[in-house]
């Protein structure tokens, strides 16, 4: 864009946040409508996985099927999956609320928030799970995003209170 030429309207803007928000919600809500109950099946045995595929419980720990994992490992992948799930769940509302224009509400701030908290929770149980392999290969990316994510959601929070501060003060 051109410094002289005049910016769209925020109408526009906003038609195409809630134009992206749609796609991403269809998108996050096909992957958890067919993705998530075929991963479920594959992970109790009740559906074979596809050839020559293995089931990933963490970067050190491959399975042909659930049988083969011990039982630690096993509740160990499935509160992953239901974390991963959630998360799923999580990101289909906040791309909801973006698609009906609420952008800065206690609503979008909790959603954020979650998602810090959902990757530090994950790579704790990450942890555990190399741990048990023996083949400690973690880094301290995935806890840091998730702390930059708190704090931004912090951030937008404090926002929102001043606005509404801002809003009252005649």
Known sequence: MNVNEIPPPAGTRLRRIKTASRILRLVIGVSLVIGAPYTVAVYFGWLPPFPAEKILVSPNQLYASPYEMPMTVWA????????????????????????????????????IRFLGYYLIIDWVVIYQLESMSHRMALSLNQPFIGLMIIFVAWIMDE????????????
Not at 78 to 103: A, D, K, P, Q, W
Not at 159 to 170: F, M, N, S, Y
């Open 76 to 111: 160990l992948g499935l509160v992953r999956l239901g974390l991963s799930v959630f998360c799923g769940l999580v990101l289909y509302h906040l791309f909801r609320l973006y698609e009906r224009g609420i952008l800065f509400s206690a609503k979008n701030v909790r959603d």
């Open 159 to 170: 926002g929102r209170r001043i606005q509404e501060e801002q809003d009252l003060t005649v």
